[in-house]
Structure formats: C-alpha cells, structure tokens
C-alpha cells in the first residue's frame, strides 16, 4: 500500500525510502534498489547511491546504526569484490561527508563466507 500509494512507478535504482519495522526489532527498515550489473555500461554511480541515500535516510531519521546487505551482488549480478570495495567506499564517503551524522555503527550483513572475505578486504585496505 505504501508503494502504490507513494511510488507507483517503484523507487528508482540509487534512492531509498525508510518504513517502520513494525514488529522486526529494527525501528525502521530502509528500503534502496541497487542497478543490475552490466559489462557495457557503467552503473557503479548508481550503487554508489544505493549506499549514500540509504545513509542520508538513516540520518535523517537519528539512526544511531545502520546494517546492509552487498547490494546488486546478488541476483543483480555485480562482481562481489567490485560490490564489496564500492559499499566500502560509498559509506566511509558518506559519512565523512557528513551525510550520515550521528551514525555510530555501520554493519555489513553477508550472505556467505565468501562475501564476507571480500568485505573484510575492501575494509582492510581502506576502499
């Protein structure tokens, strides 16, 4: 009903919208769509701003925390260690731009070993 409601034509790749978390332990869940990987053309602009609008969202909403999956590095097909290097490197940017004021903790949820390694290297050399 929100979708119809606030975006009938869906949320475009690069923005995010908040809801409430009803009844999850989250007070909010952040909703962003992240671009399906292409060889041809360059989308990495568009992850990029999956990450910052969802942190520009949190903030806005006095989030202390935010979490995130590897977005686009699932079924949308993008290289995970490019993903993983492109979220780092989307947040720590966001952040120390001040989009993400008051944001104390940011998590990386995975979803596999594999994924994880390639996030625990993006950090590891400061993406």
């Keep these: ?22 009844r999850l332990e989250a007070r909010h869940v952040i909703h962003t769509v992240g671009p399906v990987w292409s060889r ?10 999956a990450y ?29 260690d490019d993903a993983a290097r492109e979220a780092v490197s989307a947040v720590r940017e966001a952040i120390a731009a001040g989009a993400g004021d008051g944001i104390e903790l940011v998590r990386f949820v995975l979803f596999s070993d594999a994924v994880l390694a390639e996030f625990e290297t993006a950090l590891a050399s400061g993406a």
């Design 1 to 22: 009903r929100i979708r119809a409601d606030a975006l009938p034509d869906g949320l475009p790749a690069g923005d995010a919208v908040a809801t409430p978390g009803f």
């Design 40 to 49: 041809s053309e360059d989308r990495t602009a568009v992850l990029a701003s």
């Design 52 to 80: 910052r609008r969802s942190v520009e969202v949190a903030a806005g909403l006095d989030l202390r925390s935010v979490a995130f999956p590897a977005i686009s590095a699932g079924v949308y097909g993008w290289p995970v």
